[in-house]
């Protein structure tokens, strides 16, 4: 289980460098302004999401119970379909 969060986590700090070229690739450099607005929110978004992770994680767990942490993922996913 620890081996399978290792490659979990290395998977997902490869995606990070990715996405950012995703989002310098869908603004082309004529669209700087654009570019710049795009790239400021993936950076916002990627700082907030460590500092706000456990705080909503945490108010969950603690108003609906443990249990609870396993509906996220699920209600995400359907939202996605």
């Known amino acids: 289980m620890i081996a ?22 869908t603004f082309p450099e004529p669209a700087a302004r654009a570019r710049a607005r795009a ?21 969950l767990v603690d108003g609906f119970g443990r249990h609870s942490m396993c509906l996220h993922p699920r209600a995400t996913s359907l939202a996605r379909r």
């Open 4 to 25: 399978a969060r290792v490659l979990q986590a290395a998977g997902g700090t490869m995606l990070n460098p990715v996405a950012m070229a995703i989002v310098a690739t």
């Open 39 to 59: 790239i400021g929110v993936f950076g916002s978004m990627s700082g907030l999401s460590p500092a706000l992770g456990p705080i909503l994680g945490g108010a």
